[in-house]
T-cell receptor, first 114, second 114 residues
Framework: GQQLNQSPQSMFIQEGEDVSMNCTSS?????WLWYKQEPGEGPVLLIA?????ELTSNGRLTAQFGITRKDSFLNISASIPSDVGIYFC??????????????FGEGTQLTVNP | DGGITQSPKYLFRKEGQNVTLSCEQN?????MYWYRQDPGQGLRLIYY???????QKGDIAEGYSVSREKKESFPLTVTSAQKNPTAFYLC?????????????FGPGTRLTVL
């Protein structure tokens, strides 16, 4: 099956620092999604990317769809305590039909120290 | 408000009992999904459905069953055949459009089998 590697697994940072995390795939994706999950809650969609090279921002968050279609990164600028949570990437492979499965990364646990 | 609802939030059952988890969406989405999440891990797909009265197995379907009698509802039954049912269960839905699959999640149900 497909593999999606997300790194780092965890990050401990000080409030105000910038954060970067990324995902790489063994196969080509035509969609990349980034989610945030807080304890005991469902993942919330942060950013969706649909075209290679696409760079999209959502407030302090910026994500890019890699040119090779096999990677994506998420940056958080000027982190604040409420950024704490688990961030997941997810991708849909080229050739998969709509409504088929996504491949999820293992998640990056972010801790922000005030 | 439009969204995905899962009930109950917490569920306790005795070993050997079947239990059904509810998932309802009023987003008019075509596809619906069930995922299982274990502590510190990513999401694993149990079942998904692209259309009413049709569904497909995901990666870990053994011990689970689903139905899709209505577009807005996709209940999941955890049967006594599931060897390790204690987990956090997430329902998601997506609209089928243009070959992409952007999934939105419900708040989750935490199932504990005693």
């Amino acid at each position: 099956g497909q593999q999606l590697n997300q790194s780092p697994q965890s990050m401990f940072i000080q409030e105000g620092e910038d954060v970067s995390m990324n995902c790489t795939s063994s196969s080509i994706f035509n969609t990349w999604l980034w989610y945030k999950q807080e304890p005991g809650e469902g993942p919330v969609l942060l950013i969706a990317l649909y075209k290679a090279g696409e760079l999209t921002s959502n407030g302090r968050l910026t994500a890019q769809f890699g040119i090779t279609r096999k990677d994506s990164f998420l940056n958080i600028s000027a982190s604040i305590p409420s950024d704490v949570g688990i961030y997941f990437c997810a991708g849909q492979s080229l050739g998969e039909t709509s409504g088929s499965r996504l491949t999820f990364g293992e998640g990056t646990q972010l801790t922000v120290n005030p | 408000d439009g969204g995905i609802t899962q009930s109950p939030k917490y569920l306790f059952r005795k070993e050997g009992q079947n239990v059904t988890l509810s998932c309802e969406q009023n987003l008019n989405h075509d596809a619906m999904y069930w995922y299982r999440q274990d502590p510190g891990q990513g999401l694993r797909l149990i079942y998904y459905s692209q259309i009413v009265n049709d569904f497909q197995k995901g990666d870990i379907a053994e011990g689970y069953s689903v139905s899709r009698e209505k577009k807005e509802s996709f209940p999941l039954t955890v049967t006594s055949a599931q060897k390790n049912p204690t987990a956090f269960y997430l329902c998601a839905s997506s609209i089928l459009r243009g070959g992409t699959d952007t999934q939105y999640f419900g708040p989750g149900t935490r199932l504990t089998v005693l």
